[in-house]
Nanobody, 123 residues
Framework: QVQLVESGGGLVQTGGSLRLSCTTA????????MGWFRQAPGKEREFVAA????????HYADYVKGRFTISRDNALNTVYLQMNNLKPADTAVYYC????????????????WGQGTQVTVSS
């Protein structure tokens, strides 16, 4: 069973930064594309960023482009989300997900999810 564990969330002021991490004990981590999603209270889960298993192609939602950076370290079985210039609208629970079976942007494409980490941006 795939187990993904996110960490790094917290409370930060507008304009601040956080780095989220997502780790897994799966030995073949380096074969899977990975994604980050977020869900704010009362809203649907939405795509944030994704990265290929080769650390090559990356994709970002327009609302985080230029502020967030996704990266991975396959030797550490970890994918990161560096979040800069945070805004109150970025407040949400952030989830990592593994191995999209279709569109990288679709929640339904990902069969494996972490439990999420809370990010709160104060104004």
């Amino acid at each position: 069973q795939v187990q993904l564990v996110e960490s790094g969330g917290g409370l930060v002021q507008t304009g601040g930064s956080l780095r989220l991490s997502c780790t897994t004990a799966i030995r073949t981590f380096n074969r899977y594309d990975m994604g980050w999603f977020r869900q704010a209270p009362g809203k649907e889960r939405e795509f944030v960023a994704a990265i290929s298993w080769t650390s090559g192609p990356t994709h970002y939602a327009d609302y985080v482009k230029g502020r967030f950076t996704i990266s991975r370290d396959n030797a550490l079985n970890t994918v990161y989300l560096q979040m800069n210039n945070l805004k109150p609208a970025d407040t949400a629970v952030y989830y990592c997900a593994e191995d999209p079976q279709g569109s990288w942007y679709a929640v339904a494409s990902y069969p494996y999810w972490g439990q999420g980490t809370q990010v709160t941006v104060s104004s």
